[in-house]
C-alpha cells in the first residue's frame, strides 16, 4: 500500500521555465511533509518541509504547496538551473511516529 | 551544519561474512535511523533509536542488528546477508519528533 505516490516518474523541463513536480497521499494523519533531493550514489538531500499548519512554505528558488483537502503538495522550482537534475522525494511523516514515508520520485532533468 | 557521515562507502561482502556499517553525527540529534534503498525504489526506513534506545523496528531480518554505543554514532551489525541485501544503506539522524531528517550519503553494499 502505497501511501505517498509521485505518479510522474520523469519530468523535463527548459532551463529557465518552472519546475513542478507533484506528490499525492493517502494517510490523513500525515502532518508533517518534507521534500528530498538525490544524486545517483548519494543520500537525499534534505530541501524543503512544510507542517499541516500551513499551505505555503517558501525558501529561495522553492516553494511547497500543500493542499489538505486534496492530499496533495507540489514543489516549485524557479527558475530550474541545470544543477536542479536528480530524482526528488516527497515524504510525509505523523508528528510522534518517527516514520518517514517516501514516495517513488520524480527523475527531473533540465534542459539547457 | 547537517553532516551525517557513513562509513565505508562500499563494502562488497560474502554471504558467511561478519561486517559493519558505522554511522556518526556531532549535529546533537537525539534519533539516529537506518534506511534501506534498493534500485528506482524510494527509501525505506529499518530501524529508529531515540535516545539511544532502539524505538522502531520495522520487522527487518535478524542478520541485520542494530546498535547504538552513544548519542553520536550508531552502527549495523551484518551477518550472514543474502544477496538480495545488496542496497543502499542510508544513516540519518534528527533532532525527533516533527524535525527533518538528515541523510548521510550513504553505503553501498554487495552480498556476493
Known amino acids: 500500500d502505497q501511501q505517498v505516490k509521485q505518479n510522474s516518474p520523469s519530468l523535463s523541463v527548459q532551463e529557465g521555465r518552472i519546475s513542478i513536480l507533484n506528490c499525492d497521499y493517502t494517510n490523513s494523519m500525515f502532518d508533517y511533509f518534507l521534500w528530498y533531493k538525490k544524486y545517483p550514489a548519494e543520500g537525499p538531500t534534505f530541501l524543503i518541509s512544510i507542517s499541516s499548519i500551513k499551505d505555503k512554505n517558501e525558501d529561495g528558488r522553492f516553494t511547497v504547496f500543500l493542499n489538505k483537502s486534496a492530499k496533495h503538495l507540489s514543489l516549485h522550482i524557479v527558475p530550474s538551473q541545470p544543477g536542479d537534475s536528480a530524482v526528488y522525494f516527497c515524504?510525509?511523516?505523523?508528528?510522534?511516529?518517527?516514520?518517514?514515508?517516501f514516495g517513488t520520485g520524480t527523475r527531473l532533468t533540465i534542459i539547457p | 551544519d547537517t553532516e551525517v557521515t557513513q562509513t565505508p562507502k562500499h563494502l562488497v561482502m560474502g554471504m558467511t561474512n561478519k561486517k559493519s556499517l558505522k554511522c556518526e553525527q556531532h549535529?546533537?540529534?537525539?534519533?539516529m535511523y537506518w534506511y534501506k534503498q534498493k534500485a528506482k525504489k524510494p527509501p525505506e526506513l529499518m530501524f529508529v533509536y531515540s535516545y539511544e534506545k532502539l524505538s522502531i523496528n520495522e520487522s527487518v531480518p535478524s542478520r541485520f542488528s542494530p546498535e547504538c554505543p552513544n548519542s553520536s554514532l550508531l552502527n549495523l551489525h551484518l551477518h550472514a546477508l543474502q544477496p538480495e541485501d545488496s542496497a543502499l544503506y542510508l544513516c540519518a539522524s534528527s533532532r525527533g519528533q516533527g524535525n527533518t531528517i538528515y541523510f548521510g550519503e550513504g553505503s553501498w553494499l554487495t552480498v556476493v
Open positions: 549535529m546533537g540529534h537525539r534519533a
Open positions: 515524504a510525509a511523516d505523523v508528528f510522534g511516529n518517527e516514520k518517514l514515508t
